[in-house]
């Protein structure tokens, strides 16, 4: 499968990278360190020599407790590097945001995919991505940043993700969005306490059997910092098996901050995968 990011193709027969560019000065693991548009043009061009096969650009943090941003402070935020970005590098592009004017100015800057931890809830967000057509995420969470790790609960964490998803993507086929653009994320750390993550994680392959392709976004969570007892800048490790795990059952897209590290230990786990027995 193969998809047509506003003119940009993402490979996905194979698994690929998400490169992870925080344009925020609040990010649990980056924040601060790309806001100039010229600092994020660089760190984009290192991942995309580390083998990042799309990069995502986010205006607002999402970590637990963070700062609503106005839709005018994102949208200065992202849109001049992703014009940069767009103008020099020949890879697509992903906005990370849940604002309706947001998806539409940046997929105006050159974006190709929009990336929604809010799944095309909020009001005018569904609109907005029909007019723009392009690829579109959609991903679980229960709460908001400012709430969702209070008290998270479920009946049945795997179904409910799954029946979650299944929702709002027969939301977005009503809408008029194309099944072949649609992309489903279980939103790990996103209302789920380390039990749920793990369940998710050990049954992956229950929401791939939907047959869209699955992102995972594990890199430097706090559920690898609560399990292992290991700061931000520890966690490397941890990240790339949760990486290896879901492309093992079938995830297509990883969302990583550390692309090359990343991309080695996935290509691995899809060589391995992919070998033939010799006659």
């Given at each position: ?11 996905l ?12 000065p609040?990010s ?9 548009a010229d600092?994020?043009?660089?760190q ?7 083998g ?9 943090s999402t ?10 402070e994102?949208?200065a935020?992202v ?8 103008s020099?590098?020949?890879i ?5 945001t ?14 190709g995919?929009?990336?929604?931890v809010r ?6 967000a ?15 969470s ?8 209070d ?13 979650f ?20 994320d279980?939103g790990?750390g996103?209302?789920?306490?380390a ?5 998710l ?11 869209l392709?699955?992102?995972v ?16 800048e ?8 949760l990486?290896a ?14 692309v ?8 691995m ?11």
């Amino acid at each position: 499968m193969i998809l047509d990011c506003a003119g940009k193709p993402l490979d996905l027969t194979h698994p690929q990278v998400m490169g992870i560019l925080n344009v925020t000065p609040d990010s649990f693991s980056d924040g601060g360190e790309f806001i100039a548009a010229d600092a994020a043009l660089a760190q984009a061009k290192r991942m995309v020599a580390d083998g990042a096969g799309i990069i995502d650009v986010g205006g607002e943090s999402t970590r637990p407790g963070a700062k609503v941003v106005s839709v005018e402070e994102e949208i200065a935020r992202v849109v001049p590097v992703i014009q940069a970005i767009h103008s020099e590098l020949d890879i697509p592009i992903s906005i990370d945001t849940s604002k309706p004017e947001v998806m539409r100015a940046a997929i105006k800057a050159g974006a190709g995919m929009i990336n929604d931890v809010r799944a095309l809830q909020v009001s005018g967000a569904m609109q907005a991505a029909v007019d723009c057509d392009v690829p579109i995420c959609l991903m679980h969470s229960q709460g908001t940043p400012q709430t969702m790790q209070d008290a998270p609960q479920y009946d049945d964490v795997v179904a409910d993700v799954i029946a979650f998803l299944l929702e709002r993507k027969n939301a977005c086929e009503q809408a008029g969005i194309a099944r072949d653009k649609l992309i489903l994320d279980p939103g790990f750390g996103f209302g789920k306490r380390a039990t749920h993550n793990l369940l998710l994680m050990k049954h992956l392959s229950n929401l791939i059997a939907l047959d869209l392709p699955v992102l995972v976004g594990v890199s430097r969570k706090s559920m690898i910092g609560k399990l292992l007892k290991v700061t931000v800048e520890e966690r490397l490790a941890a990240s790339l098996s949760l990486a290896a795990i879901s492309v093992w059952q079938g995830a297509k897209i990883i969302r990583s901050h550390d692309v090359r590290e990343t991309v080695q230990a996935i290509m691995m786990c899809d060589h391995v995968m992919k070998v033939k027995n010799i006659d």
